[in-house]
Protein backbone atom coordinates (compact mmCIF):
# COMPACT_ATOMS: atom_id res chain seq x y z
CA UNK A 1 0.00 0.00 0.00
CA UNK A 2 1.35 3.46 -0.89
CA UNK A 3 2.20 6.21 1.94
CA UNK A 4 -0.28 8.71 0.96
CA UNK A 5 2.08 11.90 1.52
CA UNK A 6 -0.33 14.19 -0.16
CA UNK A 7 -1.91 14.75 3.06
CA UNK A 8 0.68 17.17 3.49
CA UNK A 9 1.26 17.67 -0.54
CA UNK A 10 -0.73 21.53 -1.42
CA UNK A 11 -0.03 24.37 -3.48
CA UNK A 12 -0.79 28.43 -1.97
CA UNK A 13 -0.46 31.57 -4.21
CA UNK A 14 0.71 34.62 -2.18
CA UNK A 15 -2.37 35.08 -0.65
CA UNK A 16 -2.62 31.90 0.71
CA UNK A 17 -5.41 30.37 -1.15
CA UNK A 18 -5.29 27.85 -3.00
CA UNK A 19 -3.59 28.20 -7.12
CA UNK A 20 -6.56 27.61 -9.64
CA UNK A 21 -5.39 27.34 -12.95
CA UNK A 22 -6.66 30.32 -15.45
CA UNK A 23 -7.49 29.20 -19.10
CA UNK A 24 -6.19 30.73 -22.54
CA UNK A 25 -9.47 32.54 -23.34
CA UNK A 26 -11.84 30.13 -25.70
CA UNK A 27 -10.30 27.20 -24.34
CA UNK A 28 -11.64 24.89 -21.35
CA UNK A 29 -10.03 25.58 -18.42
CA UNK A 30 -8.23 22.78 -17.49
CA UNK A 31 -8.64 20.08 -14.60
CA UNK A 32 -6.61 20.53 -11.37
CA UNK A 33 -4.20 17.80 -11.09
CA UNK A 34 -5.58 16.22 -7.51
CA UNK A 35 -3.20 15.86 -4.78
CA UNK A 36 -2.75 11.91 -4.89
CA UNK A 37 -1.82 12.39 -8.61
CA UNK A 38 0.62 14.87 -8.00
CA UNK A 39 2.65 12.86 -5.36
CA UNK A 40 2.57 10.51 -8.17
CA UNK A 41 4.35 12.12 -10.65
CA UNK A 42 6.84 12.85 -7.76
CA UNK A 43 7.24 9.30 -6.68
CA UNK A 44 7.87 8.26 -10.42
CA UNK A 45 11.21 10.52 -10.47
CA UNK A 46 12.45 8.05 -7.50
CA UNK A 47 13.71 4.92 -8.35
CA UNK A 48 11.29 2.34 -6.89
CA UNK A 49 13.74 0.12 -5.61
CA UNK A 50 16.39 1.22 -2.83
CA UNK A 51 20.16 0.47 -3.53
CA UNK A 52 22.36 0.55 -0.32
CA UNK A 53 25.94 1.53 -0.81
CA UNK A 54 27.18 0.27 2.34
CA UNK A 55 26.56 -2.20 5.19
CA UNK A 56 24.03 -1.09 8.11
CA UNK A 57 26.43 -1.39 11.35
CA UNK A 58 23.47 -0.12 13.54
CA UNK A 59 19.54 -0.73 12.06
CA UNK A 60 18.58 1.39 14.96
CA UNK A 61 20.36 4.46 13.61
CA UNK A 62 17.89 5.44 10.36
CA UNK A 63 20.20 8.38 9.72
CA UNK A 64 22.89 5.49 8.90
CA UNK A 65 20.25 4.08 6.73
CA UNK A 66 19.64 6.94 5.10
CA UNK A 67 23.49 7.86 4.40
CA UNK A 68 23.72 3.70 2.85
CA UNK A 69 21.09 4.60 0.76
CA UNK A 70 22.58 7.90 -0.46
CA UNK A 71 19.68 10.56 0.13
CA UNK A 72 20.74 13.46 -1.48
CA UNK A 73 20.77 16.68 0.37
CA UNK A 74 17.77 18.14 1.22
CA UNK A 75 17.69 21.92 -0.45
CA UNK A 76 18.47 24.11 2.16
CA UNK A 77 18.68 21.52 4.64
CA UNK A 78 14.54 21.67 4.26
CA UNK A 79 14.26 17.55 4.57
CA UNK A 80 11.28 15.92 5.58
CA UNK A 81 12.56 15.34 8.71
CA UNK A 82 13.06 18.48 9.37
CA UNK A 83 9.48 19.83 8.29
CA UNK A 84 8.29 17.42 10.84
CA UNK A 85 10.11 19.27 13.58
CA UNK A 86 8.76 22.08 12.54
CA UNK A 87 5.22 20.87 12.74
CA UNK A 88 5.85 20.05 16.42
CA UNK A 89 7.32 23.55 17.33
CA UNK A 90 5.96 24.77 20.25
CA UNK A 91 4.69 27.83 18.10
CA UNK A 92 2.51 25.69 15.91
CA UNK A 93 1.85 22.59 17.16
CA UNK A 94 -1.23 23.44 18.90
CA UNK A 95 -2.38 25.17 15.93
CA UNK A 96 -5.48 23.70 13.35
CA UNK A 97 -3.98 21.82 10.31
CA UNK A 98 -4.37 24.87 7.72
CA UNK A 99 -2.43 27.05 10.04
CA UNK A 100 0.50 24.55 10.37
CA UNK A 101 0.26 24.16 6.64
CA UNK A 102 0.71 27.73 5.70
CA UNK A 103 3.28 28.62 8.40
CA UNK A 104 5.64 25.67 7.02
CA UNK A 105 4.95 26.82 3.05
CA UNK A 106 5.43 30.36 4.07
CA UNK A 107 8.86 29.08 5.52
CA UNK A 108 9.88 27.13 2.74
CA UNK A 109 8.74 29.71 0.45
CA UNK A 110 11.19 32.67 2.12
CA UNK A 111 14.24 29.80 1.61
CA UNK A 112 13.19 29.39 -1.49
CA UNK A 113 12.49 25.83 -1.43
CA UNK A 114 9.84 23.94 -3.74
CA UNK A 115 7.52 21.81 -1.88
CA UNK A 116 7.78 18.95 -4.30
CA UNK A 117 11.52 18.55 -3.24
CA UNK A 118 10.47 18.32 0.21
CA UNK A 119 7.78 15.45 -0.58
CA UNK A 120 10.48 13.72 -2.97
CA UNK A 121 12.89 13.74 -0.15
CA UNK A 122 9.91 12.04 2.29
CA UNK A 123 9.34 9.60 -0.83
CA UNK A 124 13.13 8.71 -1.19
CA UNK A 125 13.41 7.90 2.71
CA UNK A 126 10.62 6.25 2.89
CA UNK A 127 11.59 3.55 0.41
CA UNK A 128 15.43 3.49 1.83
CA UNK A 129 13.55 2.34 5.04
CA UNK A 130 10.91 0.02 3.27
CA UNK A 131 14.22 -1.70 1.06
CA UNK A 132 15.86 -1.80 4.33
CA UNK A 133 13.10 -3.86 5.62
CA UNK A 134 13.33 -6.19 3.43
CA UNK A 135 17.11 -6.88 3.73
CA UNK A 136 16.21 -7.30 7.58
CA UNK A 137 13.44 -9.37 6.70
CA UNK A 138 16.08 -12.09 4.11
CA UNK A 139 18.69 -11.73 6.46
CA UNK A 140 16.19 -13.34 9.16
CA UNK A 141 14.79 -15.39 6.96
CA UNK A 142 18.21 -16.92 6.04
CA UNK A 143 19.29 -17.42 9.20
CA UNK A 144 15.53 -19.00 10.17
CA UNK A 145 16.47 -21.02 7.31
CA UNK A 146 20.34 -21.80 8.38
CA UNK A 147 19.23 -22.40 12.23
CA UNK A 148 16.46 -25.15 11.13
CA UNK A 149 18.74 -26.98 9.36
CA UNK A 150 20.94 -26.92 11.67
CA UNK A 151 18.87 -28.16 14.34
CA UNK A 152 17.67 -30.81 12.37
CA UNK A 153 21.39 -32.19 12.14
CA UNK A 154 21.52 -31.90 15.70
CA UNK A 155 18.14 -33.73 16.59
CA UNK A 156 20.11 -36.46 13.94
CA UNK A 157 22.69 -36.72 16.03
CA UNK A 158 20.44 -36.86 19.39
CA UNK A 159 18.43 -39.23 18.09
CA UNK A 160 21.89 -41.34 16.88
CA UNK A 161 23.44 -40.82 20.05
CA UNK A 162 20.38 -41.77 22.26
CA UNK A 163 20.02 -45.18 20.30
CA UNK A 164 23.78 -45.52 20.66
CA UNK A 165 23.56 -45.69 24.66
CA UNK A 166 20.30 -47.27 24.88
CA UNK A 167 21.75 -49.90 22.97
CA UNK A 168 25.00 -50.15 25.11
CA UNK A 169 22.15 -50.36 28.30
CA UNK A 170 20.37 -52.65 26.34
CA UNK A 171 23.44 -54.99 26.46
CA UNK A 172 24.53 -54.63 29.84
CA UNK A 173 21.09 -55.64 30.71
CA UNK A 174 21.28 -58.78 28.68
CA UNK A 175 24.74 -59.57 29.87
CA UNK A 176 23.40 -59.46 33.16
CA UNK A 177 20.73 -61.48 32.77
CA UNK A 178 23.00 -63.98 30.82
CA UNK A 179 25.45 -64.03 34.03
CA UNK A 180 22.47 -64.72 36.40
CA UNK A 181 21.15 -67.37 33.95
CA UNK A 182 24.82 -69.18 34.45
CA UNK A 183 24.95 -68.71 37.88
CA UNK A 184 21.50 -70.07 38.97
CA UNK A 185 22.81 -73.55 36.38
CA UNK A 186 25.55 -73.59 38.36
CA UNK A 187 23.63 -73.04 42.03
CA UNK A 188 21.50 -76.22 40.87
CA UNK A 189 24.32 -78.35 40.05
CA UNK A 190 26.47 -77.28 43.56
CA UNK A 191 23.20 -77.97 45.53
CA UNK A 192 23.36 -81.24 43.89
CA UNK A 193 26.43 -81.91 44.72
CA UNK A 194 26.21 -80.96 48.01
CA UNK A 195 23.08 -83.01 48.06
CA UNK A 196 25.56 -86.11 46.94
CA UNK A 197 28.03 -84.95 49.30
CA UNK A 198 26.07 -84.27 52.85
CA UNK A 199 24.41 -88.35 52.01
CA UNK A 200 27.59 -89.60 51.49
CA UNK A 201 28.96 -87.65 55.38
CA UNK A 202 25.67 -88.37 57.01
CA UNK A 203 26.49 -92.20 57.90
CA UNK A 204 29.65 -90.39 59.37
CA UNK A 205 28.39 -88.23 61.86
CA UNK A 206 25.63 -87.05 64.27
CA UNK A 207 25.45 -83.97 63.07
CA UNK A 208 26.45 -83.25 59.37
CA UNK A 209 28.27 -80.29 58.48
CA UNK A 210 27.38 -80.30 54.80
CA UNK A 211 25.28 -77.51 53.57
CA UNK A 212 23.21 -78.18 50.81
CA UNK A 213 20.94 -74.35 51.07
CA UNK A 214 21.96 -71.38 49.11
CA UNK A 215 23.03 -69.37 51.95
CA UNK A 216 26.94 -69.48 53.07
CA UNK A 217 26.39 -70.11 56.08
CA UNK A 218 29.43 -71.78 58.21
CA UNK A 219 29.05 -74.64 58.43
CA UNK A 220 29.08 -76.71 62.09
CA UNK A 221 32.04 -78.53 62.98
CA UNK A 222 31.31 -82.40 62.40
CA UNK A 223 31.71 -84.20 65.46
CA UNK A 224 32.14 -88.11 64.76
CA UNK A 225 29.94 -90.87 65.94
CA UNK A 226 31.38 -92.82 69.04
CA UNK A 227 31.10 -96.52 68.85
CA UNK A 228 28.82 -98.13 71.40
CA UNK A 229 30.01 -99.96 74.43
CA UNK A 230 28.81 -103.90 74.08
Known sequence: MSKKWYNYFVSVDDSGGAVQGEAPEGEAPA????????????ARTVAPETKFSAPVSDPTSFDEIYQAAEIPPAPQGYSILKIAEMLQSEHIRSQPADVKRSSV??????????????IQDAVRRD??????????????????????KENAQIQQDLDRMIAEQRAKMQKNNDEVTQAKEHFFGWRLKKQQEEKKISDAVGYFVTENPITTGSTASTPAEAAPKTAKRS
Request: hydrophobic share 45%; aromatic share 2%; proline share 2%.
Open 105 to 118: LVALDAAGVDIKDV
Open 127 to 148: RALDGYERVQQRAADDLEARKT
Open 31 to 42: KPASAAQSVAEI
